[in-house]
């Protein structure tokens, strides 16, 4: 059988995006969306959860392009005076593995996350991060100390097949196999510690590799090549004008990847295809 996990990222980066979130899961396909506790909407975007109880809400964890939520005085710290992370994601890779001093404040600002997360009394589902830093070696292992701590029990594994993706789009190719190979490398040290941890995650998730462009086209195409067993495949869907997304994400097609949430032909394919709709939890969405 084949089943799809639908996520929508960066749920309470702002209004427009609560607003298509919100749409995508009342109208649309979506099954569950990932939170960024530091975000400027993130009120706006929990009163919006405890409102549609149905729609499952994970941990979007959020160490570059961001606020921390935790306080972290000393030098060298990693985040700015105004508590800013750095925009450049690669950047704060590195700075995140050969800067020792950086591993205790990344764990406590993990940490702060989660526990800002669970104030909230919305049941937290899994953890997935903003530009996949939840897959980075020294994020990784401190996940580990902390995710049985808190009793979460599923994980965004990042992967995807490049074959299957290139064979839908061949823009970027050089970059989209760059993060396939980065990403499967990274994904194969993640798995064994997951499973040794009984940490549930999907059999591949799409939406790496493309980016910002989940359109409906795209997402027509892709539900061809799914695999058996359960897919993640997650979004950016955003309702414009929204100075915040088109700031920080000027060349994604917001307004296309909610379109394609909503889509009449996406809905009427998976049922022809019978591909189940279901969130982490395993709650089924009844309808398509």
Same mark, same amino acid.
């Given at each position: 059988m084949k089943e799809l996990i639908i996520n929508a990222d960066d749920f309470g980066l702002s209004d427009g995006?609560?607003?298509?979130?919100?749409?995508?899961?009342?109208?649309?396909?979506?099954t569950s969306a990932s939170l960024m506790v530091g975000a400027d909407a993130f009120h706006e975007a929990v009163h919006l959860a405890k409102a549609n109880p149905g729609l499952q809400v994970g941990l979007h964890l959020t160490l570059v392009q961001g606020r921390a939520v935790g306080e972290h005085p000393k030098f060298p710290r990693?985040?700015?005076?105004k508590g800013l992370f750095t925009d450049d994601p690669v950047h704060a890779g590195m700075r995140y593995y050969f800067i020792k001093p950086f591993r205790k404040q990344l764990h406590r600002e993990i940490e702060a996350q989660i526990e800002g997360f669970l104030q909230t009394g919305i049941p937290l589902s899994h953890i997935d991060g903003h530009l996949n830093i939840h897959m980075h070696p020294v994020v990784f292992d401190i996940l580990c100390e902390l995710m049985p701590k808190y009793g979460i029990t599923t994980f965004r594994l990042s992967r995807e097949n490049l074959r299957s993706n290139l064979a839908i789009d061949r823009s970027r190719l050089f970059g989209k196999a760059?993060?396939?190979?980065?990403?499967?490398?990274?994904?194969n040290r993640c798995r064994p510690v997951l499973d040794r941890f009984g940490i549930g995650y999907t059999g591949e998730v799409k939406g790496?590799?493309?980016?910002?462009?989940?359109?409906?086209s795209y997402l027509l195409k892709a539900l061809e090549?799914?695999?058996?067993?359960? /897919? @993640? !495949?997650?979004?950016?869907?955003?309702?414009?004008?929204? /100075? @915040? !997304?088109?700031?920080?994400?000027?060349d994604y097609r917001h307004e296309e990847e909610l379109a394609a949430l909503t889509s009449s032909r996406v809905k009427g394919r998976l049922k022809e295809l019978g591909i189940g709709l279901k969130n982490y939890r395993g709650e089924v969405k009844t309808y398509a």
């Open positions: 995006v609560n607003k298509a979130v919100i749409k995508a899961w009342q109208e649309g396909i979506l990693i985040c700015d005076a760059t993060d396939a190979f980065i990403f499967s490398k990274l994904a790496l590799l493309s980016s910002g462009r989940m359109t409906e090549t799914l695999e058996e067993g359960t /897919t @993640e !495949i997650y979004f950016h869907p955003g309702c414009l004008p929204c /100075t @915040e !997304i088109t700031r920080r994400m000027p």
